[in-house]
């Protein structure tokens, strides 16, 4: 069976290439109180000592109603009472479902396909969720209130056309949340070489949909905007005096996508563009030299990237100053809307957006799990799940795979605590003899010369001088 039709949220943190298959059970409620009752819902489990219903039982997923808050808090309610997983049911049927409009007999209907967004501070979410269109959600809502056991699994299987994996990053040059990722990816792009192919794509808003471009053709947004208002950014310091302006982010946007056109888009790996992209956040990413020309021919510089050719790329596309389209700014937005970017940063894998905090490992074991089963690159087959990932990278080759050790190491290591302990007792015994003869020297210090055998006068001290060798019990 193909499953329920769904929408997956835009946050928390699904495991890419795997599944989670668990027991459903209904909350009967929209798990808008963070105070959770877990022993109620269906379906009916048997009562305790106490009385009251045993909870559920975990590991479980949990079927909640939309409506009454956030889809945040709701799954982070969820997750606190011990969830796996969330579907959310749907209330309210699609207008392009007839049969469900019918069957429900709503007066209102909800025209376009509702997005699990994140309402900016779904960052802790660590459990993934979907949403259920109603009239799939009855169907299972009904079966747990019968109570009859229902088992759903939520899978999270990448597409995998073939040996080669295709994967996109849709950020904006003042981005903070992407920064660490484009700086660290370079290596990870070039050991998986010609088997995947990278685009970076730079989100861009259409001002003339928000009204930034006057009837008179003049820019009412400023400088956020270029080309007269067509082409638009948000302010990064959110001053529009002073500091990165709108107008800025655009213009480097263009830039890099004219950078990644000339020195990436052939091979997909782009290593002049990583290094631009690298070298830019290093020098000129601060309100001083963000729009510094000179700051940027530094980049190209250090990045080896032809001055001369960008500015004609950029050139040829349009321009920026003039009230013109530009062919490469309108293929982002048309782009963007296509592939329904309303997150940043995002991340595709073989067109499934990645969900939950970009890092350069979930990007790698997500572009690994893209690839058509038995066609994984070796790179992918070494360092997934490398305890030093970074190193792997480096050294194509995981020197702590599952966290062992060698037997030599493991071996050696005893003998070294063997010899450490051994060492200490030995240390501990001389300490502890000397300690003994100088108490027997102090005892016998106490007493008054004896005569020997030979009819001398001996020193009690000449025992302890002799190392205690004789028995004073006997003599």
Not at 68 to 81: E, I, L, P, Y
Not at 168 to 188: A, E, G, H, R
Not at 451 to 467: I, K, L, T
Request: aromatic share 10%.
């Amino acid at each position: 069976p193909e499953g329920y039709d769904h929408r997956e949220a835009l946050f928390g943190v699904p495991p890419y290439g795997g599944s989670i298959a668990q027991s459903v059970f209904y909350a009967d409620s929209d798990l808008c109180d963070p105070t959770v009752n877990t022993r109620k819902g269906y379906p009916i489990r048997s009562k305790d000592k106490s009385g009251n219903m045993e909870p559920w039982p975990s590991p479980y997923i949990l079927m909640v109603d939309r409506g009454g808050c956030s889809f945040v808090q709701k799954v982070r309610n969820a997750q606190r009472s011990g969830a796996a997983g969330v579907v959310i049911a749907d209330n309210t049927c699609l207008c392009t479902d007839k049969d469900c409009v019918s069957a429900n007999g709503q007066d209102v209907c909800q025209p376009a396909e509702p997005i699990m967004a994140d309402d900016g501070s779904g960052g802790d979410i660590s459990i993934p969720s979907f949403l259920m269109f109603k009239v799939d959600a009855d169907e299972i809502k009904a079966e747990l209130r019968a109570n009859h056991m229902v088992q759903v699994e939520m899978q999270w299987a990448l597409p995998q056309p073939d040996d080669r994996v295709e994967y996109d990053l849709w950020t904006t040059p003042s981005d903070p949340v992407s920064k660490d990722f484009q700086k660290k990816f370079k290596p990870v792009a070039q050991a998986l070489g010609d088997r995947a192919y990278f685009t970076p794509h730079m989100y861009i808003y259409d001002g003339i949909k928000s009204n930034c471009q006057g009837f008179d053709g003049e820019n009412m947004c400023f400088n956020l905007c270029t080309n007269n208002g067509r082409y638009c950014a948000t302010d990064p310091d959110n001053d529009l005096d002073h500091g990165i302006s709108g107008a800025d982010v655009v213009k480097e946007s263009l830039r890099r996508i004219c950078i990644w056109k000339h020195y990436g888009d052939q091979d997909g790996v782009g290593n002049e563009w990583w290094d631009y992209v690298g070298q830019f956040m290093e020098r000129c990413d601060s309100p001083d030299y963000f729009a510094n020309d000179e700051c940027v021919k530094d980049c190209y510089k250090h990045a080896s990237i032809k001055a001369d050719i960008i500015d004609r790329c950029i050139s040829d596309s349009g321009g920026l100053d003039q009230d013109k389209a530009n062919t490469f700014l309108d293929l982002e937005m048309q782009a963007q809307v296509k592939r329904g970017v309303v997150i940043l940063p995002t991340a595709f894998v073989n067109t499934v957006a990645l969900r939950g905090g970009l890092s350069v490992d979930t990007v790698f074991t997500a572009v690994c799990n893209g690839y058509l089963e038995g066609t994984e690159p070796k790179i992918c087959k070494e360092c997934a799940g490398c305890g030093d990932f970074d190193q792997c990278i480096a050294k194509k080759k995981c020197k702590s795979k599952n966290a062992g050790v060698s037997t030599h190491t493991f071996m050696g290591s005893i003998l070294f605590i063997s010899l450490i302990f051994g060492g200490a007792a030995f240390w501990h015994y001389r300490k502890t003899r000397e300690e003994m003869r100088e108490q027997v020297r102090g005892i016998l210090a106490e007493y008054m010369p004896l005569e020997g055998d030979d009819g001398q006068v001996g020193s009690p001290m000449d025992f302890a001088r002799r190392g205690g060798t004789e028995n004073l019990m006997t003599g």
